[in-house]
């Protein structure tokens, strides 16, 4: 258990130490593999409700709010 803690607090050291892009890079990856099956599922109903959303805007049938 001691080793896996030093191993992470030098991994997030490390990703500490690198440039915003590459950090931005790899939180996105680490969030991503949390995600479980469901999650996935509801990302891609998501995905579909704003390309709906969009298409109402464009086609005049609704109005955004600012």
Known sequence: MLVAMKTAETLTA???RMPVERRA???????????TKSDIDAEQ????EIVRRVAEIREGRVQGVP
Request: charged share 20%; hydrophobic share 55%; no cysteine.
């Open 14 to 16: 490390q990703a500490l």
């Open 25 to 35: 890079r790899l939180a996105h990856v680490l969030i991503q593999s949390l995600d």
């Open 45 to 48: 109903e998501w995905d579909a």
